[in-house]
């Protein structure tokens, strides 16, 4: 593998730094290859340049430097008779696929980048920037923008297939009966979880129109008579009852720390004393050490003034809220499963 200017592995410190400060390059070239569609033209049999110009309607001069990039990003190669395929790299930005990250990439390239451009006035007061740079808090903006509520909801999805199913795979259902999944989007973890393990029911809790859209989730995985949806507001109340989990994924890093004990107590109120909190979050290395939770955790910042949690600040945010902290689940990936008991 070479670095950005073609040179073999461990380039000197300004030319590391420079494919640092340069990264939005990166963001960007991916995501107008997502939005154009590239991969899965290329896939369906369309590699030469001037066909994919035609179909894209892109200036041809234009995207054949875009694709001679993407190829350094080792993202497609190109055959030896000038037709492009896609690497396993690039097969990931195809829509559809199993491990498809494409719907991560509208996101970042779109809402993500523009609120990033005002990260600065996150790090000065503290707060998100979200509201600057779109001019509204998210699920507000989300509400108002249904092509960008696809969008988030979409790349929750990319990331509940590719990510968090590993997570919620160290977690042992075998004496579970019922599964709530609080915030749980359109359905794609609670469908995985109740598709792999057929002795499960499961209760899908959003807002209403998030678990509106829960229907062909739930029937492509063939889980539907084996799941309530439920729509409501968990600042409310109004989490359903009985369940013996109570999954929460990536919904507390979403939120403050005043706000995630409100959420969680109304958990609290809902879960019967036998039950479990299953929580699938990244959790931050209390040491020094490289690792993604920690650029994650500055998304968070600036995007809904939410965080990323140390195993010790997740203890305590369940302290407050009633619960105990049992234990965090080994994880393959870089979420793991938090559990918690009433
Ligand atoms: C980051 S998404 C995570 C979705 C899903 N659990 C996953 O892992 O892909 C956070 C979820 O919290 C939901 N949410 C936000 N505010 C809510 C509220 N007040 N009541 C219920 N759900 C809410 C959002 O609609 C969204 O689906």
Same mark, same amino acid.
């Given at each position: 593998?070479?670095?950005?200017?073609?040179?073999?592995?461990?380039?000197?410190?300004?030319?590391?730094?420079?494919?640092?400060?340069?990264?939005?390059?990166?963001?960007?070239?991916?995501?107008?290859?997502?939005?154009?569609?590239?991969?899965?033209?290329?896939?369906?049999?369309?590699?030469?340049?001037?066909?994919?110009?035609?179909?894209?309607?892109?200036?041809?001069?234009?995207?054949?430097?875009?694709?001679?990039?993407?190829?350094?990003?080792?993202?497609?190669?190109?055959?030896?008779?000038?037709?492009?395929?896609?690497?396993?790299?690039?097969?990931?930005?195809?829509?559809?696929?199993?491990?498809?990250?494409?719907?991560?990439?509208?996101?970042?390239?779109?809402?993500?980048?523009?609120?990033?451009?005002?990260?600065?006035?996150?790090?000065?007061?503290?707060?998100?920037?979200?509201?600057?740079?779109?001019?509204?808090?998210?699920?507000?903006?989300?509400?108002?923008?249904?092509?960008?509520?696809?969008?988030?909801?979409?790349?929750?999805?990319? %990331? #509940?297939?590719?990510? @968090? *199913?590993?997570? =919620?795979?160290?977690?042992?259902?075998?004496? /579970?009966? $019922?599964?709530?999944? &609080?915030?749980?989007?359109?359905?794609?973890?609670?469908?995985?979880? %109740? #598709?792999?393990?057929? @002795? *499960?029911?499961? =209760?899908?809790?959003?807002?209403?129109?998030? /678990?509106? $859209?829960?229907?062909? &989730?739930?029937?492509?995985?063939?889980?539907?008579?084996?799941?309530?949806?439920?729509?409501?507001?968990?600042?409310?109340?109004?989490?359903?009852?009985?369940?013996?989990?109570?999954?929460?994924?990536?919904?507390?890093?979403?939120?403050?720390?005043?706000?995630?004990?409100?959420?969680?107590?109304?958990?609290?109120?809902?879960?019967?004393?036998?039950?479990?909190?299953?929580?699938?979050?990244?959790?931050?290395?209390?040491?020094?050490?490289?690792?993604?939770?920690?650029?994650?955790?500055?998304?968070?910042?600036?995007?809904?003034?939410?965080?990323?949690?140390?195993?010790?600040?997740?203890?305590?945010?369940?302290?407050?809220?009633?619960?105990?902290?049992?234990?965090?689940?080994?994880?393959?990936?870089?979420?793991?499963?938090?559990?918690?008991?009433?």
């Amino acid at each position: 593998m070479t670095d950005l200017q073609g040179q073999p592995h461990s380039p000197p410190p300004p030319a590391r730094v420079m494919q640092m400060i340069c990264g939005y390059w990166v963001t960007q070239s991916i995501h107008v290859a997502a939005e154009l569609r590239i991969p899965d033209l290329i896939a369906a049999g369309t590699g030469k340049l001037d066909d994919l110009a035609t179909v894209t309607g892109a200036h041809p001069g234009a995207l054949a430097r875009l694709l001679r990039a993407l190829e350094s990003l080792e993202l497609l190669a190109r055959q030896s008779d000038g037709r492009y395929q896609l690497t396993p790299l690039g097969e990931c930005l195809r829509e559809g696929v199993p491990n498809s990250m494409r719907n991560l990439a509208l996101l970042a390239g779109e809402e993500h980048y523009r609120i990033w451009a005002h990260l600065d006035h996150s790090v000065r007061t503290g707060e998100p920037a979200l509201e600057r740079a779109l001019g509204a808090p998210l699920w507000a903006y989300l509400e108002t923008h249904p092509e960008a509520a696809v969008r988030f909801n979409n790349a929750m999805s990319d %990331l #509940a297939r590719n990510v @968090h *199913l590993a997570a =919620v795979a160290a977690y042992d259902f075998s004496t /579970v009966k $019922k599964v709530v999944d &609080v915030g749980g989007g359109t359905g794609s973890l609670l469908a995985h979880v %109740l #598709a792999t393990h057929d @002795h *499960l029911t499961g =209760v899908l809790f959003d807002l209403p129109r998030v /678990v509106a $859209k829960a229907g062909p &989730v739930l029937e492509q995985a063939g889980v539907q008579d084996r799941c309530e949806v439920v729509g409501g507001d968990f600042f409310a109340g109004g989490v359903p009852t009985d369940g013996d989990v109570y999954l929460m994924s990536l919904v507390l890093h979403d939120f403050d720390d005043e706000q995630s004990v409100r959420i969680l107590k109304s958990v609290r109120e809902a879960i019967p004393d036998h039950g479990k909190l299953v929580i699938l979050e990244q959790v931050v290395p209390a040491d020094g050490k490289p690792h993604i939770s920690k650029l994650v955790d500055v998304n968070m910042l600036v995007v809904s003034g939410g965080r990323e949690r140390t195993e010790a600040e997740f203890a305590q945010l369940l302290n407050s809220a009633g619960f105990r902290f049992e234990s965090t689940l080994p994880s393959p990936t870089t979420i793991n499963a938090i559990v918690g008991t009433p």
